[in-house]
């Protein structure tokens, strides 16, 4: 469905082009984006709040896209996508008399790719996948404000995602000759809700809405190594890492484009001053068989106390964000009061 208000675009890709002549050598294995991070190491985050003065509340949050490789050589394609969120907090504000009387605060979220976010161009009408997140992220914000505060009130929470990651290399659909794979698919959503629980927990702090904590996003997810290669040198991670008994292993912050499989991952929302989780989200196949429980339960808490540390190292980013947006507050307010004095005496 297409909105007839608007001029959409092509509903094709985005995508710079790619000339014939450099995609026999831009698609090889060599150049595909590689894991350089240890196991444990998250990508390099940007959080920076108050940008939108119109809206009570903002946030912007940005993760470093995969090393580029010798790919911008051979073509204008880049090497991976990276993640770029946006989030306006409107509210508190009264609603509307027809409204029934509620005592806690009317919490609602909305979650929408740009139209440019993924190589396959998406629509203006938002689909299931985006509804999704936004139940998710509902989920997640709801057990941190302190709704009795504002009864009869309601607060809404806009993020926009300007770029998302993408469950598949660019390489792969040149070499197997198989379009449409250029979007956002289920492994890199997990990363989206991560992200998105973290910018906004930063644009309701910036908005000075009352919460108990900051919640802050995790993520992470148990991949396997390629057949014809070494893990080691597929994905360049240390062998220090969390390794399951069926030989995958387990990493933080997973970009979908940097490993040959993904088995499973997890997504959760920590609040680490009450040792809490209000949002747990997993997917993927734990097991071999169905009937081994036992190393399906075991996967599952491996993967939740992964995705709890990977939830806490974003932590330090959002306090480091939060920290400097009070100490910016606090000087212009000097600033302001300086001038008022100033002219109060002239």
């Not at 057949?227 to 030989?247: C, Y």
């Amino acid at each position: 469905m297409s909105d007839r208000r608007r001029i959409n675009g092509p509903s094709g890709g985005t995508a710079p082009p790619v000339y014939a002549s450099s995609l026999i050598k831009a698609h090889t294995a060599a150049n595909q984006p590689s894991r350089t991070r240890r196991p444990d190491e998250l990508r390099k985050i940007f959080l920076k709040t108050g940008l939108t003065p119109s809206a009570s509340g903002s946030a912007y949050f940005e993760l470093e896209p995969s090393p580029s490789s010798k790919t911008h050589e051979l073509s204008l394609q880049g090497p991976s996508s990276a993640l770029k969120l946006t989030c306006t907090v409107h509210g508190p504000k009264p609603l509307p008399r027809s409204a029934p009387f509620t005592p806690h605060i009317l919490l609602s979220t909305h979650v929408k790719f740009a139209p440019f976010a993924a190589r396959q161009r998406r629509g203006y009408v938002r689909d299931a996948s985006e509804r999704d997140l936004s139940v998710h992220l509902e989920t997640a914000l709801r057990g941190v404000i302190i709704g009795d505060r504002w009864p009869k009130s309601g607060v809404e929470v806009v993020i926009t995602i300007i770029e998302g990651d993408e469950d598949h290399w660019w390489g792969d659909e040149a070499a197997t000759k198989i379009t449409g794979s250029g979007g956002i698919g289920p492994w890199a959503m997990m990363n989206v809700l991560a992200g998105c629980i973290t910018v906004a927990s930063a644009a309701i702090a910036d908005a000075g809405i009352d919460c108990v904590d900051l919640v802050s996003g995790g993520v992470a997810a148990i991949v396997e190594p390629s057949g014809q290669q070494n893990f080691g040198q597929r994905d360049n991670v240390a062998q220090s890492g969390k390794t399951l008994q069926n030989g995958s292993h387990v990493v933080l912050d997973p970009c979908p484009c940097e490993h040959q499989d993904v088995i499973g991952a997890c997504v959760v929302g920590y609040l680490a001053g009450r040792d809490e989780l209000t949002e747990l989200w997993l997917k993927g196949r734990l097991s071999s068989s169905s009937t081994d429980t036992q190393v399906t339960v075991a996967s599952q808490e491996v993967l939740v106390d992964h995705a709890v540390a990977s939830a806490m190292e974003a932590r330090l980013v959002l306090e480091a964000a939060m920290k400097e947006a009070v100490e910016y507050r606090s000087r212009r307010n000097r600033t302001d009061s300086s001038d008022a004095n100033t002219q109060a005496k002239d």
